[in-house]
């Protein structure tokens, strides 16, 4: 029970409470002045019957004022709640028109995320160790202390294979080499494909292969140099 109609009860019942002690009050005054003339007994009576009035009056009111004070608070905790359901209802509609939003914005930045990857570009990069021939060399006093170089048999071959979506297009296949002892970043070079850089060479074209949502866009390279090794690196730039 809420506040208001408690005190509204209280009320009700102190006055209640007060017109039956006029009551009894009146009562006793009555019993007192049986003994006076009957013009008095009448006005005793009539005393009596409006206190009786009075007390009814006052209990009715009272209980008519309780429910008058809960009805009200009723009607406005129904308000309240139309009005917080209406609040919970627009808040609702923005988070879906959000969510809506985000559905519809998310091909658009997937493919700008694509895009930009595909500017930068995927690489992929090995080191090739010297390569040791299986044939013992002619030994010279010239070549004495000459690796035996390696034929075309023993050179050793490695393919550098960079993953890309599988929808996008290859725009470009940039390929670099330098030597094995040194970082990539600082000596490395821009070779161009199937051309001899001294002891290897990469293959003229690359090659592209399907694997479910991935495409692999490959370059073999072929390296026979006996006296050192190589950092090979191959860049792929592509479109979505």
Known sequence: MSDPVLAALIAATA??????????????????????????????????????????????????????????????????QQELRARIAD???????????????????EFELLRRQGETGASVSATVDRCRSLTLPVLTDDTLDAPAGCSEAEASRIELCVSVPASATVTSVELHAGPAETAASQAEQLVVPGEDIGGGRFDAAHRERLEGELKYVCQTYTHWSSESGRSVRALVRYTP
């Not at 005054?29 to 009814?56: C, D, K, M, P, Y």
């Not at 559905?103 to 658009?108: F, H, I, K, L, S």
């Open 15 to 80: 006055t209640v409470i007060t017109s039956l002690l006029q009551l009894k009050a009146s009562l006793a005054r009555e019993i007192a002045a049986r003994a006076q003339s009957s013009a008095g007994r009448r006005r005793n009576r009539t005393t009596f019957v409006l206190a009786a009035l009075a007390l009814a009056a006052t209990g009715a009111g009272g209980f008519a004022l309780a429910r008058w004070m809960g009805e009200r608070e009723a009607h406005a905790q129904k308000e309240l």
């Open 91 to 109: 808040l609702q509609q923005t988070v879906d028109a959000l969510g809506k939003t985000r559905e519809e914005m998310r091909p658009v930045l």
